[in-house]
T-cell receptor, first 111, second 117 residues
Framework: QKEVEQNSGPLSVPEGAIASLNCTYSDRGSQSFFWYRQYSGKSPELIMFIYSNGDKEDGRFTAQLNKASQYVSLLIRDSQPSDSATYLC???????????FGTGTRLLVSP | GAVVSQHPSRVICKSGTSVKIECRSLDFQATTMFWYRQFPKQSLMLMATSNEGSKATYEQGVEKDKFLINHASLTLSTLTVTSAHPEDSSFYICSGRRQGEVGQPQHFGDGTRLSIL
């Protein structure tokens, strides 16, 4: 069973702080990893993806991938109340087109 | 960015009704689209992979005769929930992948909230 695991949270951070979201995956064949943001009652929105070990930065967001540890993370700098949402981590299904989603981490950014 | 349009956004209907949901890729061609279902406070569950011009591939436990998928063109996939019952009430979301896009992420439609009375 290919799995992606996330802490359900909620993760509470004050406005302006760094939010750190973590994810582990079980399938060593997975190549690409995705972070989606989902507001309550809405569909997921792609934030960023990563497929090489190391860091990838896009604005306030940094994705980190460690394939040896099968670990993916998302850092959100200067967190804003509008970042409050559920963040879904997803991994591709080892060469197949499907994505396996984690259950999501709920982030709460307080003003 | 890649835009996926889903229609309708909300459906309320009586038990036994069949409901059709459309998923369109507006600015790209999608040879493959995906259909998900999400129950409240749960994660996305893949129902099936829709392949243009061929039969859909259903995930284990998803009834193919109940959830009919048609992917007749490179920009349109439809999901028909046949003889819907209250337990089919859920948030149905489609996604598409744009060929050649780096990383090939899935881009999601806005979802269809289905309520069966």
């Amino acid at each position: 069973q290919k799995e992606v695991e996330q802490n359900s949270g909620p993760l509470s951070v004050p406005e302006g702080a760094i939010a750190s979201l973590n994810c582990t995956y079980s399938d060593r064949g997975s190549q690409s990893f995705f972070w989606y943001r989902q507001y309550s009652g809405k569909s997921p929105e792609l934030i960023m993806f990563i497929y090489s070990n190391g860091d990838k930065e896009d604005g306030r967001f940094t994705a980190q991938l460690n394939k040896a540890s099968q670990y993916v993370s998302l850092l959100i700098r200067d967190s804003q109340p509008s970042d409050s949402a559920t963040y879904l981590c997803a991994a591709d299904s080892g060469g197949f087109q499907k994505l396996v989603f984690g259950t999501g981490t709920r982030l709460l950014v307080s003003p | 960015g890649a835009v996926v349009s889903q229609h309708p956004s909300r459906v309320i209907c009586k038990s036994g009704t069949s409901v059709k949901i459309e998923c369109r890729s507006l600015d790209f061609q999608a040879t493959t689209m995906f259909w998900y279902r999400q129950f409240p406070k749960q994660s996305l569950m893949l129902m099936a992979t829709s392949n243009e011009g061929s039969k859909a591939t259903y995930e284990q436990g998803v009834e193919k005769d109940k959830f009919l998928i048609n992917h007749a063109s490179l920009t349109l996939s439809t999901l028909t929930v046949t003889s819907a019952h209250p337990e089919d009430s859920s948030f149905y979301i489609c996604s598409g992948r744009r060929q050649g896009e780096v990383g090939q992420p899935q881009h999601f439609g806005d979802g269809t909230r289905l309520s069966i009375l």
